[in-house]
């Protein structure tokens, strides 16, 4: 080849770059991947970045997808409140407060003018016909004690007998034969002690012979309360009770007591 038919070559144009020869170390030449080639835009626009995706706006049909939402959620909570709703009325029905066990304070009557009950005055009536009624069936009259009679309201040994003598053992129970007042309690001639009761019809009941008495003048007794002992005080030939009345006073004249006990239904 001449010079003038071809240029020389000197070296490599400035513009191309001669690639190192790899060594054997760094292995062999992989071949780049190809890059993806971009979307061809239309003529006479230039070519577009890639463009974000962004959310659609709710629209015109956002109230329903709420309201479904909502719905949704009532619908899943339903069963839990029906759970508990179960659980608190068993625990108030172990309780008596369940709704059907219908517990009333006022003794399960319906209506306010069924529990007004009765005014005072008509309590007050009742009262006054039980404590008659009470009355009624408290004995007037009882033996003066529970004994054996030994001396009759009769003669004994050339001398009158006054009363009568009720034969017990020490410490039996005198109770007093009527209602009455105290008008004397202590010692005697010839009693030992004795108590003196005046009845409401001017009576005097005389108790003598015992060594412990209860009651003391002025005292109001009913028939039947204890007022003293069987004693073996005084002229006594054994424990005893004497017991006398005097009709009209405490010197009145002696009457017969199994005989007016008698006639009172109590019989000695």
Same mark, same amino acid.
């Given at each position: 080849?001449?010079?003038?038919? &071809?240029?020389?070559?000197?070296?490599?144009?400035?513009? +191309?770059? +001669?690639?190192?020869?790899?060594? $054997?170390?760094?292995?062999?030449?992989?071949?780049?991947?190809?890059? &993806?080639?971009? !979307? $061809? $835009?239309? !003529?006479?626009?230039?070519?577009?970045?890639?463009?974000?995706?962004? %959310?659609?706006? %709710?629209?015109?049909?956002?109230?329903?997808? #709420? *309201?479904?939402?909502?719905?949704? &959620?009532?619908?899943?909570?339903?069963?839990?409140?029906? &759970?508990?709703?179960?659980?608190?009325?068993?625990?108030?029905?172990?309780?008596?407060?369940?709704?059907?066990?219908?517990?009333?304070?006022?003794?399960?009557?319906?209506?306010?003018? $069924?529990?007004?009950?009765?005014?005072? *005055?008509? !309590?007050?009536?009742?009262?006054?016909?039980?404590?008659?009624?009470?009355?009624?069936?408290?004995?007037?009259?009882?033996?003066?004690?529970?004994?054996?009679?030994?001396?009759?309201?009769?003669?004994?040994?050339?001398?009158?007998?006054?009363?009568?003598?009720?034969?017990?053992?020490?410490?039996?129970?005198? #109770?007093?034969?009527?209602?009455? +007042?105290?008008?004397?309690?202590?010692?005697?001639?010839?009693?030992?002690? *004795?108590?003196?009761?005046?009845? *409401?019809?001017?009576?005097?009941?005389?108790?003598?012979?015992?060594?412990?008495?209860?009651?003391?003048?002025?005292?109001?007794?009913?028939?039947?309360?204890?007022?003293?002992?069987?004693?073996?005080?005084?002229?006594?030939?054994?424990?005893?009770?004497?017991?006398?009345?005097?009709?009209?006073?405490?010197?009145?004249?002696?009457?017969?007591?199994?005989?007016? #006990?008698?006639?009172?239904?109590?019989?000695?």
């Amino acid at each position: 080849m001449t010079r003038s038919s &071809a240029q020389v070559l000197e070296g490599p144009p400035s513009d +191309v770059v +001669v690639p190192r020869p790899r060594t $054997a170390a760094e292995g062999p030449v992989r071949a780049p991947l190809p890059a &993806a080639a971009p !979307a $061809a $835009a239309p !003529a006479g626009e230039p070519t577009p970045r890639a463009r974000r995706r962004l %959310p659609h706006p %709710p629209g015109r049909r956002a109230h329903l997808w #709420l *309201a479904a939402l909502v719905a949704g &959620a009532v619908l899943a909570g339903i069963p839990a409140i029906t &759970a508990e709703r179960a659980d608190v009325t068993a625990s108030a029905s172990d309780y008596g407060l369940g709704a059907g066990t219908e517990v009333s304070f006022a003794g399960g009557l319906e209506g306010a003018d $069924a529990r007004r009950g009765i005014t005072e *005055a008509e !309590a007050q009536a009742r009262l006054g016909e039980l404590a008659a009624s009470r009355a009624a069936r408290q004995p007037k009259i009882v033996a003066p004690t529970q004994g054996t009679l030994t001396t009759c309201f009769c003669r004994r040994w050339g001398t009158m007998h006054y009363g009568l003598d009720l034969a017990a053992p020490l410490g039996t129970p005198i #109770l007093a034969a009527t209602d009455g +007042v105290v008008v004397r309690a202590g010692r005697a001639s010839g009693y030992g002690n *004795a108590v003196y009761i005046q009845d *409401a019809d001017g009576n005097v009941h005389i108790y003598g012979h015992m060594r412990y008495y209860s009651v003391s003048a002025g005292d109001l007794v009913t028939a039947g309360d204890q007022i003293a002992k069987i004693g073996n005080e005084g002229q006594s030939t054994g424990p005893h009770l004497h017991y006398e009345i005097h009709r009209g006073g405490m010197d009145g004249r002696p009457i017969d007591p199994r005989a007016w #006990l008698a006639e009172r239904g109590v019989a000695i």
